[in-house]
């Protein structure tokens, strides 16, 4: 998954997905964005649609950011 991630569009730096831990009481994490390592540039923050996997939220992601 991380190794699908471009490097920076601003500074080629090496980018980051992360992740909103799941409260209490819920499997699903809370939000996904990527965010670069070395300068800080980062996609919107995306919220799980409804019904939506993890992993469709982390690809959702990780799709912003290469694009
Ligand atoms: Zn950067």
């Not at 080629?12 to 499997?27: D, H, I, V």
Request: contains cysteine; glycine residues 8%; charged residues 30%.
């Amino acid at each position: 998954m991380a190794e699908m991630l471009r490097p920076c569009p601003k500074c080629g730096g090496k980018a980051k997905l992360k992740r909103g831990l799941p409260n209490m009481g819920n499997s699903k994490i809370r939000y996904a964005l990527v965010q670069c390592l070395e300068c800080n540039y980062k996609t919107p923050t995306l919220k799980p649609l409804k019904g939506e996997s993890d992993k469709s939220l982390k690809e959702r992601a990780i799709r912003l950011w290469n694009d």
